[in-house]
Every structure is written in structure tokens, then in C-alpha cells.
């Protein structure tokens, strides 16, 4: 081993650094030299290898562990450490709370070095930076070079991802120069108009602190008054008695009555205080609004006049200085209807990544005045759009209500610069249009009513009431609509289990992660107008403006409704009527990208206004039977269905909830939080026929879907959410991941008539097994009823990996079986088998409207004389026990000449439709005839072509949506269809004489087939 020798300890060799920035020693000297002090940690004085190294700062090198503050061990980065700018010996690095800052008396402004500075011109924050580190011999891990590759790498990764409609062209050095001059204009413009600020502050104080003192005065004045009458009253009462045992008690009296007297003054003083409390800060909001609004036009014409003044000094062309200027449009046009919508300015709020991390980095430091704050917020940025998004983000990130101000703020300190907000002056919306007047944004509010907190559906919005006040911004010529208060949702921080300090520590970067509502930024009118009613019509930006009455009706929505995409399907109104049996139902659509990953739920429960004498207000249950089971809940492809039937006449609420089901490794336990999209009011005011309620089986949805879209288990044989059997076992067949553990648990209303009887409702578990084929994956249920009726059946599962505990286990989906013994047959000459032919029940408000055309009924047939089915009529019966084939297409010429039917308008069964989902087949009807029909969706285009089985095939759509029938004179009738989306259907007719023959013993009606039509729609 070659020695070390004294020299070689004395005068180590130099080290340089490739550019893979690993270290070379020269050849000159030993293999094994000894690292240097440089390259050690200042913090543990242990070697520093490259890809650990934070430095050089102030020539000292970090590990990245070890960056923390001296004082406190404050872990910190590059933004976040400051060093003693007042001792340039101290080598140590501090936070922002313990750096080492000059105190009272200690320097003074005649000092050079203090003179030299408030002199020197103001940097921005990049050159701070690099002027801090200048003289330092510096490589490409150093401070400053780093963070600028950081920062090259960041701005180009960022303007990959904006929309190619934007452009950002380089800006030649005059229109730079210019913009530099309107910006030392609109520092001293601002200057100006802070002192104006001030006074208008120091005026608010000065009356507030008036009126504090003539609340005092007055109520002093009137308990002085009420107290010298008590007195004289007590004074009298002593005289009046002439026993003298009677004055301890008339002491005694008079000292409660003080007591109450002086309770009873304050309680008026605190309320009275309160009251013109309230009435003065909505004066000084007025006024500093006004205020502001005045600065605002006064900052938008001093950019335009001070840069057409410069750049006409520089010879700028007018072309040229028209293309590069910072106000595209000296007067903002009036309030019209956007020609493009919110999806078309960008389609994922992704692209704005580059800006909004700008945005929150640029909330996370301080600045002294506006105009520095939109330079950082603006920096690089070019369009309305970006400049517009990076301050609604500052202010949605920005917690404006949850500041700690000091008592005395100064007005160039960080925190005065929103002392506004401090006064309660100032609001989300003013501070927007402030700071888009310096950003070279057009920008107006907008007052009017909101559906905001304690809004109900159906409620009349009164003068004054349910007041709110939002922001219209000019973005590429167009205005928009932006609501900074409702899209702030602040920042959270993640939990920490292993915390158990009392005082929360200061969150750090890694911890915070800041939330906003994206639906409010930019919204179109017509989303808009279902939460926000402005008092001037124009500024709803429709084609067709609404009435305030229009506005109450439309229905309640909340942002997570548009930022799912959902529609409305049947329900357009606010307030939902009743027919006679309490029946109405709501349907909503999804679409198609989150039709398998959106799961909701909802709440029904008595309006405050409720009619009914028997519960309470906001009862949730009927005679000890929840709400729940009066509501039969489905999702089927994208349709969201809830079918009511309330118990009793009276008002009630329904709450729809919804929530994105993120994929996970373990599903089973799986908990996520629902949110409301919309609300109803539902509104009985006749019941003549109460339904009987479901089974009770496990809260949520019906159907299969929940098995699907949350744990991967897919059916085989049932799909529909009811079925119908005459014929025992019951079979069902699901197909799963992987190795599962299943549960069945049978539910009956007969079964629980008497509460008291668990032993009976135990004994439904024992019709219910399961076997596994562990080899396919394949779960197969045998179900055996006891009896006829209505039965509900849970299915539970579980993982054996994650749930070890055998009761543990995750409610996968519930069905609505309706079992009777014995079906009568159909004649011979029907078309198609004839358990997929369906009675139908329009439970619908359209019915109680006689204009209207009657929906699954036959415009012969009045609908008193259909007879009801003994169970739930929102039973609408489906077979689910397998999968059929599309049934035969065409007619039955025997069947349609006993009933003197005839197609007239298509008399070929295979339609095609190409630019129209719409189709009216037109038949005439010589005959009385009762009849029913069927719309089957088989599977889509894409299915047929490549043959692959889909989930959806042969999926029975709820007619009522979909098909209208229109009478159309003498004995003619036509069937409106309105297809919901590209696929093949079957769209079949059953017809019979009208008699009671048709009836089975569970009140179905059982018709033939008389004709069958293929639709393709492309």
C-alpha cells in the first residue's frame, strides 16, 4: 500500500467534477487521498456524496436530511432558508421565523450600508436569489444553477401541456421596456391610491368607534331610567308597608328584579350592538367596492395611456404595438352570450398545472404591495386566460378568512396589504376585480340571489334575501363568470397517526395539499343559472333570460353535479308532485366514462313544512319503517333511477348523493365520502292507495351494479335488479376475480310483521347456499323460498387475504325477487316467449296533466281500469334468469287481423337511423285492444361487428323514458321513440282484445306479441 506523506496531508490535490458531477483527483497524487472539510456536511461534519449534496451556500455543503434550521430543526429547501444578512460571518442557515433580523437601535438610516440599499433599485425574486450567491465559486448542483435549470425544465414542461389555441410569443425588447414603465406607473398609481384607502379606513374607524358609544350612551341612558323607576316602585312598596317583617322580602324582590333588569339591558345592548354592526359593515363594503371600482377604472386607463405613451416615444409600429398590447380592448363590449363554451377554453384543468403551482408558490411568500404580487403572478404568463386562472388560484389557495392580523398593520407590510380583509371591507369578489385591474383584466361584479346555505328547493326568494355577489372577467373578448368565494376550499393537511403533540406542527410542503371548486372558475351561463340569479337580466348571458320565478323552479344542483357531467333526464323542476298513490321517480344520467366508477345514494326525510299531524319535522322513518325502504334505487348502463312511493301525504326532501369510486387493491371495507349533487322537494297531497314497503335488506342501490363497479364480481345470469320466477330453485351465477367468501341473507316483509319474531326471520338464512368453483371463479347461489310473494336477498363477500375475520365481510349487491307458483300461457301464436312481455305503470306527473299524451297506456283504455298488481308496483317485472337472443323480427299477420291492426308508417321491421335518434311508428287500430310493449337495447354497433359478448346485452330499458305514445285520431296510434345512444334494439308490440283473460294470479297481464321491429341506430 503506497504511504501518505506529510505533504500530501498538506497540500491535498485539487478536485474538479465531470459533468456526470462525480469527483477526479489527479494522478498526481496518492489513490487514497483524504476527503477535504469542503466536503463534508457543516451540520454532522460527515461526507457528503453527490447525490445526497444541498450547497454550496454560503460555501458549506448539507446532506438533504440535514438542511434544516439552527434554531428550531425546521426541515428546509431552496425557497424556504434564509441566511444572517447582518452578520456575513455567520455561515448557518435559519428559517423564515429565526433568521437574524436588525432590531431597534441597532442600525440606522444614516449608515452607508443601509443608505446604499434603499437606494439600490428593487429586484425581483430570481435576482435576489442570484445576487446573493454572486463571487461564490459555483457548479451545476449550486443554488442559483439549479433552480434556474429547475425552473427552464418547469416552463417548458408546463407550456407543453397548454392548449395549442394559445401562443407565447417572445417579446421584443421595446414591448418589454414598455411594460417595465407602466409598471413603475402602476407602483406609484397604487402608492396614490393606498393613502385614499387609508383615510377611507381611518373614516371607518373614527364611525365605528361613534356608534360603539352612542349604543352605550342609549342604552346607559334607558337602564339609568328603567332603574329609577324600579327604585321608586321598591321605595314606594317600603312606605306602603308598615310591617316591617315585609321589607327582607320587598329587598329581596327588588334585588331579582335589578338582576333581570340589568340581564335583559344587555342582551338588548349585545343585539343592538349586532344589528348595527352588521348594517355598518355592508355600508363600508359598499363604499370600499365603489372605492375600488374607481381604482380599477383609473389602473386600466393609466396602462393603456402609459403604454401607447411609450412605445409612440420608441417609434413602436401601431401594428405591432396593437399585437404585444397589455389591454387588448380600451372599453369592455356589454354583457352577451359567450360563443363558445367552458370545454372548448380547455377541456382538463391539467394544462394549468405550470400555472397554478405558480400560483400557490407565489401564496406561500409575502409582498408589499399589488403590483408586486400580479408581477409573480403573471410572470411568463400571456393570455386573459392564464392570467385570469393564476388569481382565482391565489385567491382560492390565499385563506383570507382564517389570517391572523396584528392589531397595528402597516400599509406596505405583507399583511396590510389585505387589511381590508382584516376590517371585513373587502371581499373575495372586490379583491378579484382589484387585482385583475392590475393584471390589465376587464372585470365587474355581479349582484343578485344565490341557492346558497339554508336554501331549500321550492323556496320563494324574498327582497333581500339569499344575497350574493360574484365576478364577471373578460377573457378573449367574452365574458365569464367567476366565483372566487364558492370555489375556495382552502388547503388540508394529511394526517400524521404517529402526531401526539398537542399545538399542530406548521405544515409543511409535503403535508399541504391545497383544494378549490374548478366548477366555479369560467362556468357557462346556462350551468350557472341553476345556483345564481342576477339582478340584472343581461348579465346571465343567455339567449333567453329567466324570470326570478323560472329561477326558483329549476332544480337544486351543487358543483359535484357538473363535475361529474350528470343530466337531468325526467325531472326539470324543483318540486317534484305526487299522483294519487304517493309515486313519482327521478332519473338521472351519467356519462360514459364514469358510468362504472360513480356511486351514489340519497336521503328522503319530511320537509320542515311537512303537513302530516303523526311525525315529527326531519323524521326519517314511517310507523318504525325507514324512508329508505319506499324508495327502490337502480343503476342500469348509465341511468340513475329512484323510484318513490311516499307513505303519507304530506312535503318531503330528497337529497341524491354521489361520489367517484377510486380503483384499490382491496375493496372489500373500502370507505368513501358521498357528496350532494341535487335536491328535491316532493310534494303529496292526496294519497288514496299506500304501497307496501321493500324488504328490508341492506341500504343502497338494487341490482347487480354495486357488484361490478366496486368489487369486479360480474353476474351470469341476473342482471336486472327484479325478476320474476313460477319455478324453484333460483339460480344466479356470478363470475369473479379471484378466490372469494360469499353470504346470502333472505329479507320479508311477511316475516317481519312482528318485531319480536328474530327466530322466524333467522330461519329465511337456511333457504339460501352457495357453491365456489374455485377452478373458474365461479359463485353459484341456490335459493329455495318458503312461500310466494316478495322476497329480498343480500349478498355479501369477502376477501380471505384482507379480511380474515370470518363475520367481516362487505354487502355486494340485493335483489327483488317476486315469486308465484303458477303462470298462465300465452297463445300459441305468440312471436316471443312470454316472460318478456310487461304490464307497465306510468307513475309519472305528466298523467295528471290531460293536454299531455299518456305514456304505456292505451289511449282507449282509461287508466281506472287497469288493475293493480298485489306487489310493489315498481316491480316492473324482467326475466333475469338468462340471457335471451333478439327475438323475431316482423309480425304476426293472425294476431294483426284479429285485431284489426296494421303498421302504416314502417311496415318493413328493420329500420336503420342514421343522423336522428327519433323514430314515430304510426299504427292503425280498427279494434278496442289493450296492449303493452317492450324496448330491448341488445348491444352496440362495435358488439356486432366483432361478436364479443357485452354486459349490456339484452338490456330492457324502462319504457317510460324512451317511449311516448301519441293519439293520432279515429283509430290510429303513434309510438314516439327517442333512442338514449348508438346500438341495435328491438322495440316489440303486444296487443290482445280488451277482457280479463289476460291476467295471471299476481295481476300481470300477460299479451301476445304482434309485431317486432329491429332498429339500428348509428
Not at 338514449?980 to 322495440?987: A, C, D, I, L, R
Amino acid at each position: 500500500m503506497p504511504s501518505t506523506t506529510l505533504e500530501d496531508l498538506t497540500n491535498p490535490a485539487p478536485i474538479s467534477f465531470n459533468l456526470a458531477g462525480e469527483s477526479t483527483i489527479s494522478s498526481l497524487t496518492s489513490s487514497n487521498p483524504l476527503p477535504s472539510s469542503r466536503d463534508r456536511c457543516r451540520r454532522c461534519q460527515q461526507l457528503v456524496y453527490v447525490t445526497e449534496r444541498i450547497g454550496p451556500v454560503k460555501d458549506s455543503l448539507y446532506h438533504k436530511l440535514c438542511f434544516k434550521c439552527l434554531k428550531c430543526d425546521r426541515q428546509l429547501d431552496f425557497k424556504t432558508y434564509f441566511t444572517n444578512s447582518i452578520d456575513l460571518n455567520d455561515k448557518e442557515i435559519y428559517c423564515q421565523s429565526h433568521v437574524p433580523r436588525s432590531g431597534k437601535g441597532i442600525f440606522s438610516t444614516d449608515n452607508i450600508h443601509i443608505q446604499n440599499v434603499m437606494n439600490a433599485p428593487k429586484l425581483n425574486v430570481m435576482q435576489k436569489l442570484d445576487d446573493r450567491l454572486k463571487g461564490i465559486h459555483l457548479d451545476f448542483q449550486s443554488v442559483s444553477i439549479a433552480h434556474a435549470m429547475k425552473a427552464q425544465q418547469m416552463f417548458q414542461q408546463g407550456r407543453e401541456k397548454v392548449s395549442s389555441n394559445h401562443n407565447f410569443p417572445a417579446l421584443p425588447p421595446d414591448i418589454l421596456h414598455a411594460r417595465e414603465e407602466v409598471r413603475r406607473a402602476q407602483k406609484s398609481l397604487e402608492e396614490k391610491q393606498r393613502q385614499e384607502e387609508d383615510e377611507l379606513f381611518m373614516k371607518f374607524r373614527v364611525d365605528r368607534e361613534l356608534e360603539e358609544k352612542k349604543i352605550e350612551r342609549e342604552v346607559i341612558d334607558e337602564w339609568e331610567k328603567k332603574l329609577e323607576l324600579l327604585t321608586a316602585k321598591y321605595e314606594d312598596d317600603l312606605r306602603k308597608k308598615k310591617d316591617k317583617n315585609t321589607e327582607p322580602e320587598l329587598t329581596l324582590r327588588f334585588t331579582k328584579e335589578k338582576a333581570e333588569l340589568e340581564q335583559n339591558m344587555t342582551l338588548k345592548r349585545n343585539k343592538k350592538r349586532e344589528l348595527v354592526r352588521k348594517q355598518i359593515m355592508e355600508r363600508e363594503q359598499e363604499t370600499t367596492h365603489s372605492l375600488v371600482s374607481k381604482f380599477s377604472k383609473e389602473m386600466l386607463n393609466l396602462i393603456q395611456a402609459k403604454e401607447r405613451e411609450v412605445l409612440v416615444e420608441n417609434g413602436v409600429d401601431d401594428q405591432v404595438a396593437a399585437t404585444y398590447s397589455m389591454l387588448q380592448l380600451s372599453q369592455p363590449p356589454p354583457p352577451q352570450p359567450p360563443r363558445r363554451h367552458k370545454r372548448d377554453l380547455y377541456e382538463d384543468p391539467s394544462i394549468f398545472e405550470h400555472v397554478d403551482q405558480q400560483a400557490i408558490t407565489v401564496a406561500e411568500s409575502e409582498q408589499t404591495s399589488y403590483t408586486e404580487l400580479i408581477d409573480q403572478l403573471t410572470y411568463g404568463l400571456i393570455t386573459d386566460l392564464e392570467k385570469a386562472r393564476a388569481i382565482f388560484r391565489w385567491i382560492t389557495v390565499k385563506d383570507l378568512n382564517a389570517i391572523d392580523f396584528q392589531t397595528n398593520l402597516a400599509a406596505d407590510t405583507p399583511m396590510g396589504l389585505l387589511r381590508g380583509i382584516k376590517y371585513g371591507t373587502e371581499t373575495y369578489h372586490t379583491l378579484f376585480m382589484r387585482l385583475c385591474s392590475f393584471a390589465a383584466l376587464h372585470c365587474v361584479d355581479v349582484k343578485g340571489h344565490s341557492k346558497s346555505v339554508g336554501y331549500e328547493p321550492g323556496m320563494r326568494i324574498g327582497e333581500g334575501k339569499f344575497t350574493n355577489t360574484w365576478n364577471a372577467v373578460l377573457i378573449d373578448g367574452e365574458w365569464r363568470f367567476v366565483q372566487c368565494n364558492w370555489g375556495a376550499r382552502h388547503l388540508v393537511m394529511s394526517k400524521d397517526k404517529k402526531q401526539i403533540e398537542i399545538t399542530p406542527p406548521k405544515p409543511t410542503r409535503e403535508k399541504i395539499k391545497y383544494q378549490y371548486d374548478e366548477h366555479y372558475f369560467l362556468p357557462d351561463p346556462e350551468d350557472f343559472i341553476l345556483e345564481f340569479f342576477p339582478y340584472k337580466s343581461e348579465w346571465q348571458l343567455l339567449e333567453s333570460p329567466i324570470t326570478l320565478q323560472q329561477f326558483e323552479q329549476l332544480p337544486f344542483v351543487r358543483s359535484l353535479f357538473f363535475h361529474y357531467h350528470l343530466s337531468f333526464v325526467n325531472q326539470q323542476h324543483a318540486v317534484i308532485q305526487t299522483d294519487n298513490r304517493g309515486a313519482c321517480d327521478i332519473k338521472l344520467r351519467m356519462p360514459d366514462s364514469l358510468k362504472h366508477r360513480l356511486a351514489f345514494h340519497f336521503h328522503l326525510r319530511f320537509s320542515n313544512q311537512s303537513t302530516t299531524n303523526i311525525q315529527t319535522d326531519d323524521s326519517t322513518d314511517f310507523q318504525g319503517v325507514k324512508f329508505e325502504r319506499y324508495v327502490l334505487h337502480t343503476v342500469q348502463d348509465d341511468l340513475v333511477s329512484f323510484n318513490i312511493h311516499v307513505p303519507q301525504d304530506g312535503n318531503y326532501f330528497i337529497e341524491i348523493f354521489a361520489s367517484l369510486v377510486e380503483p384499490d387493491p382491496n375493496p372489500f371495507g373500502q370507505s368513501f365520502k358521498l357528496k350532494c349533487v341535487c335536491k328535491y322537494r316532493i310534494v303529496c297531497q292526496q294519497l288514496t292507495q299506500r304501497m307496501h314497503p321493500l324488504p328490508a335488506c341492506a341500504s343502497g342501490e338494487w341490482g347487480p351494479a354495486k357488484a361490478i363497479r366496486h368489487f369486479n364480481i360480474h353476474p351470469l345470469t341476473h342482471f336486472q335488479s327484479i325478476f320474476e320466477t313460477h319455478h324453484l330453485p333460483i339460480i344466479i351465477q356470478f363470475k369473479c376475480p379471484k378466490i372469494l367468501k360469499f353470504h346470502g341473507k333472505l329479507n320479508s316483509n311477511r316475516y317481519l310483521s312482528n318485531p319480536n319474531n328474530n327466530s322466524m326471520q333467522n330461519t329465511l338464512d337456511k333457504y339460501v347456499r352457495y357453491e365456489y368453483n374455485e377452478q373458474d371463479f365461479i359463485a353459484t347461489f341456490i335459493i329455495q323460498l318458503p312461500a310466494e310473494g316478495q322476497f329480498g336477498l343480500d349478498i355479501y363477500a369477502r376477501d380471505p387475504e384482507y379480511q380474515t375475520e370470518k363475520r367481516t365481510m362487505s354487502h355486494c349487491c340485493k335483489y327483488i325477487i317476486n315469486y308465484t307458483k303458477s303462470a298462465i300461457s300465452p297463445p300459441a301464436t305468440t312471436a316471443i316467449e312470454t316472460n318478456q312481455t310487461q304490464t307497465y305503470h306510468d307513475y309519472s306527473t305528466e298523467n295528471a296533466k290531460s293536454h299531455e299524451p299518456k305514456r304505456m297506456l292505451s289511449p282507449r283504455i282509461p287508466a281506472k281500469n287497469i288493475k293493480e298488481r298485489s306487489v310493489s308496483p315498481r316491480s316492473i317485472p324482467s326475466n333475469g334468469s338468462s340471457p335471451k337472443p333478439i327475438p323475431k323480427i316482423g309480425g304476426n299477420p293472425t294476431l294483426l287481423s284479429q285485431l284489426g291492426m296494421n303498421p302504416l308508417s314502417h311496415s318493413d321491421p328493420s329500420i336503420t337511423l342514421h343522423s336522428s335518434n327519433s323514430l314515430e311508428l304510426q299504427f292503425q287500430i280498427r279494434k278496442m285492444v289493450d296492449f303493452s310493449f317492450d324496448l330491448i337495447y341488445h348491444h352496440t354497433l362495435a358488439d356486432l361487428s366483432s361478436r364479443t359478448p357485452s354486459l349490456n346485452l339484452n338490456q330492457r330499458l324502462n319504457a317510460s323514458d324512451y317511449v311516448t305514445i301519441k293519439p293520432n285520431g279515429g283509430f290510429n296510434v303513434i309510438f314516439a321513440l327517442v333512442l338514449p345512444k348508438p346500438g341495435v334494439y328491438s322495440f316489440t308490440i303486444y296487443a290482445a282484445p280488451p277482457n280479463n283473460n289476460h291476467l295471471g294470479k299476481n295481476g300481470q297481464t300477460d299479451l301476445p306479441a304482434v309485431f317486432t321491429y329491429l332498429i339500428r341506430y348509428v
